[in-house]
C-alpha cells in the first residue's frame, strides 16, 4: 500500500507531533508514505470565512497535487470535509472542466486517517499501548459530514491499557468554528466552557478528537484554566507502543 | 424588580435595519445567567421530546425527503400554485390581496380594519406580523392590537420581544411570567403554579374573543388545490380568533403553498415532532373561504412577498424557502443556546434566522448573522425539510465578503488583510515556509516560559481573552519530513 500524506496548514506549523505520529503508524502497518514537500492548506478558513476565489485556488493547487497519488490520508476531518463538500461547488463555479475531471477521479482516493486504517487497511487493532483514561469528543466534521460513527470508538477500543470514558453531549460542537472563534469570541468561549464542564465531568487524562483544531481550543482553555488534563491528537495515541510512548504533548 | 425580567428600557431590538450586529448583540444575554439558563432549559426539554419522537418513527429519514420534495416542488411551480390558490380560495368566498413588501401588507390590513370600523383586533401567533413590525404601526394608527397566544401575550404584557419562532417567551421563566402577569392584569396573590397562571391569562382574553370584530392570524400552509388554509397549535385560542370574530384576516408569506390537500399527510407528521415533540399538535384548524352562519362572514388572506421571489431567484439560497418554522434548527443549535433569540436582532433567529434574515433585508442588514455559526451542521441534521443550513451560510459569507472587500476601511481590516495575504502564501511553499518562520519569531516575542501564549494583541487577543495558544514548536513537519532523509523515507518501515 502507498499513500500520500497531506499535513495541513495548522498541523504542519502548530502540531508537527501529529504529523510524525501518523508517519510512526501507517509505517508500522506498512504503507509506504509519500509527502509533497509544496503542499500547503485546502482552503477551508478562505471557503467558510466567504474568499471564494481565494479558496478555489488553494482546491486547484491540491487537486493538481495530488491527482496521481494512490490514496491521499488527511489526518483532519474538517480538511477532509471541506474537500468533499465544497471543492464540487467551488470548480463547478469556475467551469473548469478538465479539474473537475481530475477532482472526480481523486475524491474517492482522498481519507480521514481513521476511515483510512478501518475502511482501507481493514485494521482496528493497529498494535498501540496507551495505559492512560481517555475520553473521545466527535468534532463536529467528523461526526455530521463526514458521518464517521463508531470508526474511532473501534480503534480506540483495541488500544491496550486505554480506559475509555464516554463524553456527554458527544454531539455538541465545542465553539471554534474557525474564524468564528475570534470572530464570536464571547459566544465561542460560552459554548467552550460548556464542552469543558463535560469534558472535565469524565475525570479524563487525555481529551482525544481527530481534529486539532478542536483539541487546540479545548486545550487552550485547559491551559488557561489550569486544568489536569490534556489534548492529544488520536493519531499520537495510536502511533504510541510499549517501546515507544507518545511524544509528551502539553 | 427582579433584574432578569425584560424592561422596555432595554426591550431587545428586533428590527434588522436597527439592531446592533450580532457579537455585539449576544453580550447582555452573555452575561445574564437567569435568561441563560431559562433558554438552555427550554431546548433541552424540546429537544429531548423531540428525539424521542423521531426515533419512533422508523421512516423518519423517508419522511424529511417527501416534505423536503413537497416543499421544493411548491417552490419550483410557485407561481402557478399561488395563482391556483388565489382561484379556489376566491370562489370559496375569500378575498385574497397581494403585497409586495412589509409598507403594502400593512397598508391593505390596516384598510381592511378601517373598512370594518375596528378600533381593535386579537391576534393568533403569525411571526409574519411581527416581519412587517404590524402591531406598532397598527398601534400608531389608533387600533389596539391584543394577542390571544399564552407566549404572545406575556411578551406584549411584559414589553419584550419574541426570541424563539415557536415558542416566542421561551426566554421567561414561570416566576417571571408571574410577575408581568401580577403587574399588568393587576392581580394580588397570584401563584406561579401553571394552572394560575393559564387561569389568569383566560379570564384575560375571554372578553377580548368575544368583543372583537376583527381577528388577524398567519397561515401555517396554504392549499393551492382547495385555496384552504392551515394553522396548527396547541392552546386552542387561535381557534378562537378563527371562528368567533365576524372578520378573519390571514396574512401568510408565498412561500407557504402546498399544492395538494393529501400533502398535508407528510407535513404535519414532520412539522409537529419537530416543533414540539408531538406526534401530533393539540388543535389544527383547516378552513376554505366562508360559510353562512359558521365562522366568520368575511375571509381575507394577504399574500406576502417581502424578498421571497428574489430568494426564489438564487440556486442554492432557494432552499430556504422550504422552511415550515418549526423551530427544529433553533433547539438544536449551540450558539442559540447560549444566546437565545434576541442577539440575532430578528424575528427570526437562529439558524434559519442566520440564513432568512439577511435575505428578507437584501443583504443590506443583518449581516453578521451568516457569521454567527460554527457550521457544526446540528441545523441541518434536524431539519425536517433538509435545508442544507451551513451550505447557504458558507454562500452567504461569500455574497458578504464580495460586498465588503471593494470597501476602502476593509482594506486594512485585520481578518480581510490576513486572509488576503494567506491565500498568496499558500499560493507558494516556499513564501508558506517564511510565513512559518516569521510567525515563530512574531509569536516567540509573545510566548512565556512555560512556552505557551497567553496574551496577543489586535484580533488574537479576540483567542487569548479566555484561551492560551501553544506557542509554535521548534520544528514544522516538512522540516522533519527533509530532516528525515527525503527518499530514503520512501521506502517505509
Redesign the interface.
Known amino acids: 500500500m502507498r499513500a500520500s500524506l497531506f499535513?495541513t496548514?495548522y498541523?504542519?506549523?502548530?502540531?508537527?507531533?501529529?504529523?510524525?505520529a501518523v508517519?510512526a503508524l501507517l509505517?508500522?502497518l506498512?504503507?509506504?508514505?509519500?509527502?509533497h514537500?509544496?503542499?500547503?492548506?485546502c482552503?477551508q478558513?478562505?471557503?467558510?470565512?466567504?474568499?471564494?476565489p481565494?479558496a478555489f485556488?488553494?482546491a486547484r493547487?491540491f487537486v493538481r497535487m495530488y491527482q496521481d497519488a494512490e490514496a491521499v490520508v488527511i489526518p483532519s476531518s474538517s480538511c477532509v470535509a471541506m474537500i468533499r463538500?465544497?471543492y464540487a461547488g467551488l470548480i463547478e463555479e469556475r467551469g473548469d472542466a478538465s479539474l473537475r475531471r481530475a477532482f472526480e477521479t481523486l475524491l474517492p482516493r482522498v481519507f480521514e486517517l481513521s476511515e483510512y486504517l478501518i475502511d482501507e487497511l481493514g485494521v482496528e487493532d493497529v498494535g498501540a499501548y496507551f495505559p492512560h483514561r481517555v475520553t473521545y469528543h466527535a468534532s463536529?466534521?467528523g461526526l455530521?459530514?463526514l458521518a464517521l460513527g463508531d470508526r474511532p470508538g473501534r480503534l480506540l477500543a483495541k488500544v491496550r491499557g486505554l480506559d475509555l470514558v464516554p463524553l456527554a453531549n458527544l454531539?455538541?460542537?465545542c465553539?471554534?468554528?474557525?474564524?468564528?472563534?475570534?470572530?464570536?469570541?464571547?459566544?465561542?468561549?460560552?459554548?467552550?466552557a460548556?464542552k469543558l464542564r463535560d469534558v472535565a465531568d469524565t475525570r479524563a487524562e487525555y481529551c482525544t478528537a481527530l481534529d486539532n483544531s478542536c483539541l487546540?481550543?479545548m486545550?487552550?482553555?485547559m491551559?488557561?484554566q489550569f486544568a489536569g488534563m490534556k489534548t492529544i491528537h488520536l493519531a499520537e495515541i495510536l502511533a504510541s507502543t510499549e517501546g515507544v510512548p507518545a511524544e509528551a504533548c502539553? | 424588580m427582579n433584574a432578569a425580567t425584560p424592561h422596555p428600557a432595554n426591550r431587545p431590538v428586533l428590527d434588522p435595519a436597527h439592531a446592533p450586529p450580532?457579537?455585539v448583540a449576544?453580550?447582555p444575554v452573555?452575561r445574564n445567567p437567569q435568561l441563560?439558563k431559562n433558554v438552555a432549559h427550554a431546548v433541552d426539554v424540546i429537544q429531548a421530546k423531540r428525539a424521542r419522537l423521531v426515533e419512533e418513527k422508523a421512516d423518519w429519514q423517508a419522511l424529511r425527503s417527501a416534505a423536503a420534495a413537497i416543499r421544493a416542488h411548491a417552490l419550483e411551480n410557485l407561481g402557478a400554485y399561488l395563482e391556483l390558490f388565489e382561484t379556489r380560495c376566491t370562489a370559496a368566498g375569500g378575498q385574497v390581496h397581494w403585497a409586495a413588501d412589509a409598507d403594502e401588507a400593512r397598508q391593505i390590513i390596516l384598510d381592511l380594519l378601517r373598512r370594518e370600523c375596528a378600533s381593535e383586533v386579537i391576534k393568533i401567533k403569525t411571526m409574519t406580523s411581527a416581519e412587517i413590525q404590524l402591531n406598532p404601526f397598527l398601534e400608531a394608527a389608533g387600533i389596539e392590537v391584543f394577542e390571544t397566544d399564552l407566549a404572545e401575550i406575556i411578551l406584549q404584557l411584559g414589553e419584550d420581544e419574541p426570541s424563539h419562532i415557536v415558542a416566542p417567551a421561551l426566554h421567561v421563566n414561570r416566576s417571571q411570567v408571574r410577575e408581568i402577569f401580577a403587574r399588568r392584569m393587576g392581580i394580588e396573590n397570584l401563584s406561579d403554579n401553571p394552572q394560575a397562571l393559564t387561569a389568569a391569562a383566560r379570564n384575560y382574553l375571554r372578553e377580548k374573543f368575544l368583543r372583537a370584530p376583527v381577528a388577524i392570524g398567519g397561515a401555517n400552509f396554504l392549499i393551492a388545490e382547495t385555496g384552504s388554509v392551515a394553522v396548527v397549535e396547541s392552546e386552542g385560542n387561535g381557534r378562537m380568533c378563527l371562528t368567533l370574530p365576524r372578520t378573519l384576516i390571514t396574512l401568510a408569506g408565498i412561500e407557504k403553498v402546498l399544492p395538494r390537500y393529501q400533502d398535508l399527510e407528510v407535513m404535519l407528521q414532520v412539522l409537529a415532532r419537530s416543533a414540539t415533540g408531538e406526534r401530533m399538535n393539540p388543535y389544527t384548524s383547516l378552513w376554505t373561504g366562508v360559510t353562512p352562519g359558521d365562522g366568520p362572514e368575511r375571509f381575507h388572506v394577504v399574500l406576502l412577498d417581502n424578498g421571497r421571489s428574489r430568494i426564489l431567484a438564487r440556486r442554492t439560497e432557494r432552499q430556504t424557502l422550504r422552511c415550515i418554522r418549526c423551530g427544529a434548527c433553533m433547539n438544536a443549535c449551540?450558539?442559540y443556546?447560549?444566546?437565545g433569540g434576541h442577539a440575532y436582532g430578528s424575528v427570526y433567529p437562529g439558524p434559519i434566522g442566520a440564513i432568512l434574515t439577511p435575505q428578507l433585508m437584501q443583504m443590506r442588514h443583518a449581516q453578521s448573522l451568516p457569521?454567527?455559526?460554527?457550521?457544526?451542521?446540528?441545523c441541518?441534521?434536524v431539519c425536517p425539510v433538509k435545508i442544507n443550513i451551513p451550505?447557504v451560510l458558507?454562500d452567504l459569507?461569500?455574497?458578504?465578503?464580495?460586498q465588503e472587500r471593494s470597501r476602502m476601511g476593509r482594506v486594512f481590516d485585520p481578518?480581510y488583510l490576513g486572509?488576503?495575504v494567506?491565500?498568496l502564501?499558500?499560493?507558494r511553499?516556499w513564501l508558506?515556509h517564511s510565513a512559518?518562520r516569521i510567525?515563530r519569531i512574531g509569536l516567540g516575542l509573545f510566548t512565556r516560559k512555560d512556552?505557551?501564549i497567553?496574551a496577543l494583541p489586535s484580533?488574537?487577543a479576540?483567542?487569548t481573552?479566555?484561551?492560551?495558544?501553544?506557542g509554535?514548536?521548534k520544528?514544522?513537519?516538512?522540516a522533519?519530513?527533509?530532516n528525515r532523509g527525503g527518499v530514503a523515507?520512501?521506502?517505509?518501515?
Open positions: 499535513i496548514c498541523n504542519d506549523t502548530l502540531f508537527p507531533e501529529t504529523g510524525r508517519v509505517e508500522r506498512g504503507v509506504v508514505l509519500d509527502f514537500p509544496q503542499q500547503t492548506c482552503g478558513m478562505h471557503a467558510n470565512t466567504g474568499f471564494r481565494e485556488s488553494l493547487r463538500e465544497q463536529c466534521h455530521r459530514a454531539d455538541r460542537c465553539g471554534f468554528g474557525g474564524t468564528f472563534s475570534v470572530k464570536n469570541g464571547e459566544v465561542s468561549s460560552a459554548m467552550l460548556e487546540m481550543h486545550g487552550g482553555a491551559h488557561r502539553a | 450580532f457579537p449576544a453580550l452573555l441563560r449551540p450558539v443556546r447560549q444566546t457569521f454567527a455559526s460554527s457550521l457544526c451542521g446540528a441541518y441534521e451550505e458558507i459569507r461569500a455574497q458578504i465578503t464580495d481578518m486572509l488576503r494567506a491565500v502564501i499558500f499560493s511553499a508558506f512559518q510567525a512556552g505557551w497567553h484580533i488574537g479576540e483567542w481573552q479566555t484561551r492560551d495558544l501553544r509554535l514548536p520544528q514544522t513537519f516538512h522533519w519530513w527533509a523515507t520512501r521506502e517505509g518501515r
